[in-house]
């Protein structure tokens, strides 16, 4: 598949997510937002791994227009496995857990929209369809690889 139709799908998987986490934010127990939230951590930490160990590197260095969006998105990625991480460590009944899904889910949508609007595209042009189904053949097959806990991310530690 090529590598931009694959985290497009991604994203589609996760928005899903999180309109049922809005959903269920108010009158959904507690037992049924911390599953829910565990099941976007894994999600978004998958495809965070494949995105900065695959995607990423080939952009930055196949792509050197791209250098600022690469870093900016590496931040973005920082602030949500932080978040993902204390999400994971926190019960659903205390108060600031809906609120830290909340943030993450408006970081998120932000940072998608980046993806997709304002450098996918440039990459898309500069890598050409060969390459792009080479890249997603290797993230897909590196989604095996990734990492439970977010922490793990190379953002994480940037
Ligand atoms: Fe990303
Ligand atoms: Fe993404």
Known sequence: MDAIVLLKEDHKTVEKMFKEFEKIKDS?????????VDKIR?????????EET???????????????????????????????????????TEETFNAKATVLIENTRHHVEEEEKEWFPEVRKALGRNRLLELGEQMAAAKKKAPSDPLALISAHK
Request: net charge negative.
């Open 42 to 50: 894994k999600e978004l930490t998958t495809h965070a791994f494949i």
């Open 54 to 92: 695959i995607f990423y590197p080939a952009a930055r260095e196949e792509v050197p227009e791209t250098d600022d969006h690469v870093l900016e998105s590496v931040e973005e990625h920082h602030v949500m496995a932080w978040l993902l991480s204390e999400l994971s460590n926190l019960s659903a």
């Open 28 to 36: 959904g127990t507690a037992r049924q937002r911390k599953a829910l």
